[in-house]
């Protein structure tokens, strides 16, 4: 957290607070369900709805997009970096992107130095998204980017 000077000590005096401890009873619900192997299995039945998502994610965009794609990093987490050939994402493509309800974070948004390797590139999310979503947020983008092409 960065914070002026004249924030920074009254900011420790309220996070003292928060810090101190979670209170009792949720440490022992948390602790039993450590023990009783719930967490562990939450977390094999997650990562395997976050790996059919992310399937669909791909699925769905060979379909609208077939072979002008490419995925970066697969191990991303509950998202993913598409690599679109020949898109440049400048603001009024993401502007136009957006007005599609479809959200879309330009690569080049995170990156230090030259973003210029980086302007075909967007973060898409799908972990809280359903399925259909999917589909229909795939289905916009696809509408978007040919729209812009003309």
């Not at 598409?82 to 440049?88: A, K």
């Amino acid at each position: 957290l960065i914070l002026p000077d004249h924030l920074i000590t009254p900011y420790l005096e309220l996070k003292k607070y928060s810090d101190v401890h979670t209170e009792a009873l949720t440490q022992y619900a948390l602790a039993e369900f450590i023990e009783s192997g719930g967490l562990e299995k939450h977390i094999w039945k997650m990562k395997k709805i976050y790996a059919k998502k992310r399937q669909h994610l791909i699925a769905e965009l060979s379909r609208c997009y077939p072979n002008a794609f490419e995925i970066k990093g697969h191990a991303a987490g509950l998202h993913m970096v598409v690599h679109f050939n020949g898109v440049v994402f400048d603001a009024p493509l993401i502007n136009h992107i957006n007005a599609q309800q479809v959200r879309v974070y330009p690569i080049e948004n995170y990156v230090f130095g030259n973003p210029a390797p980086y302007d075909s590139d967007i973060l898409l999310g799908y972990a809280h998204l359903t399925f259909a979503e999917i589909s229909t947020g795939i289905t916009r983008l696809c509408r978007a980017l040919q729209q812009a092409e003309s």
